[in-house]
């Protein structure tokens, strides 16, 4: 099912058979920088555990898993995940269960991951507390392809259902990844220092409700 077209591009929904041409698009999304590169080296391990925490998503009700194809060729160049809100207030928070990034332990270096994902969990229990929220929790489009509005596709679709649930979207942002979130509404108010003198910002985009 094709949710969206842009530029040559088609946003779908993606399964568990799409796990592993998923898989390689952390590395080829974010092996730009040195923190990723020394987080999480690449290698064939690495990318089947990239694949098993993608089908661990994949079957989770709380998660919209996305790709974007290139329709010319075929080839997935864009994947995104939004963990959609809690059902009730009194609910925990959906979206950091411990199990969803358990596959990539044994590949990861203790103090970046740690670092990392510590700043995510805590950033967001503190700026969106117990409000329902649609949390943007990944997204990665291969570097030869970033520019050409896959990530903008994604972004869209999420924002569209939290605009129709009139609730508020999440994100934590590396640098290179804010601008565009920030077209795409979202404002930024925290920013958190990490090992290798890396930053990460965190931030909130109003449904467009609360914006009238």
């Known amino acids: 099912?094709?949710?969206a077209?842009?530029?040559?591009?088609?946003?779908?929904?993606?399964t568990v058979e799409d796990a592993e041409?998923?898989?390689?698009?952390f590395f080829l999304s974010f092996h730009d920088h040195a923190y990723f590169r020394r987080m999480m080296p690449d290698s064939a391990e690495g990318r089947?555990?990239?694949?098993d925490?993608?089908?661990?998503?994949c079957k989770d009700p709380y998660t919209v898993c996305l790709k974007v194809t290139d329709e010319k060729t075929g080839e997935i160049i864009s994947h995104g995940r939004w963990v959609r809100p809690k059902k009730r207030v009194e609910d925990e928070q959906p979206g950091h269960e411990e199990q969803r990034w358990s596959a990539l332990d044994p590949y990861l270096d203790t103090e970046t991951a740690d670092a990392l994902f510590g700043s995510f969990a805590r950033n967001r229990q503190e700026m969106m507390e117990e409000r329902r929220h649609y949390y943007m929790e990944l997204l990665?489009?291969?570097?030869?392809?970033?520019?050409?509005?896959?990530?903008g596709l994604i972004l869209e679709y999420g924002t569209e259902l939290a605009d129709e649930e009139q609730v508020e979207c999440y994100i934590d942002a590396s640098p290179a990844g804010r601008p565009l979130y920030e077209r795409h509404g979202f404002v930024f108010s925290k920013q958190?220092?990490?090992?290798?003198?890396?930053?990460?910002?965190?931030?909130?985009?109003?449904?467009?409700?609360?914006?009238?």
């Open 48 to 51: 089947d555990a990239w694949a």
């Open 1 to 3: 099912m094709t949710l």
């Open 140 to 151: 990665m489009t291969a570097g030869k392809h970033k520019g050409r509005g896959a990530g």
């Open 53 to 57: 925490l993608f089908r661990f998503a």
């Open 21 to 25: 041409a998923i898989a390689p698009l």
């Open 192 to 212: 958190e220092k990490l090992p290798m003198d890396y930053h990460y910002n965190f931030g909130i985009r109003k449904s467009k409700a609360e914006k009238k």
């Open 5 to 14: 077209h842009k530029n040559g591009l088609a946003l779908e929904y993606a």
